[in-house]
């Protein structure tokens, strides 16, 4: 049986829901990603061309990360959960990527949305994690998503 690590961004608490089942189904470790400043509301606001999240995700600004300990080579099978922003993973998950070293691991997204996809985040983050094989997971927005996620690496 592999090692599996599901590590996870949650701005308000519905990505945590969904990492927290994930592990659970899967019998992993989790690991929550946490920005060094905390996001407020008015951080979160996309209709704000001015808030925080706007001017990272446009200016592709990567937000400090609080660095606690993890050693990903002890994991077979990484999986990265995050909310979907603007159609891609928020930058916060490049700072994590580079933070870490996952030479040679397989990465796997997943991502919570109120109604879009992965867009182009695998294609995003690689470079974030050149050495890693990252590819897409399922979005889980439903039962469906988790399912399959599950039945495919249980």
Aim: proline content about 6%; cysteine-free.
């Amino acid at each position: 049986m592999s090692k599996k690590l599901v590590a996870f961004f949650s701005a308000t608490g519905t990505t945590k829901k969904a990492a927290e089942r994930l592990a659970a189904e899967l019998q992993a470790d989790t690991f929550e990603i946490k920005p060094a400043t905390a996001y407020t509301k008015a951080d979160l606001n996309w209709l704000n061309p001015f808030s925080r999240s706007s001017k990272e995700m446009k200016k592709k600004i990567k937000p400090e990360i609080i660095a606690e300990p993890l050693n990903p080579s002890e994991y077979d099978v990484i999986f990265i959960g995050y909310p979907v922003w603007w159609y891609v993973a928020p930058t916060i998950i490049n700072s994590f990527l580079e933070n870490y070293d996952f030479s040679g691991k397989k990465i796997v997204l997943f991502a919570t949305s109120g109604g879009s996809g992965f867009g182009k985040a695998a294609e995003n983050l690689q470079p974030s994690a050149p050495s890693a094989e990252i590819t897409e997971g399922e979005v889980l927005n439903n039962e469906n998503g988790f399912q399959k996620l599950i039945k495919e690496y249980k």
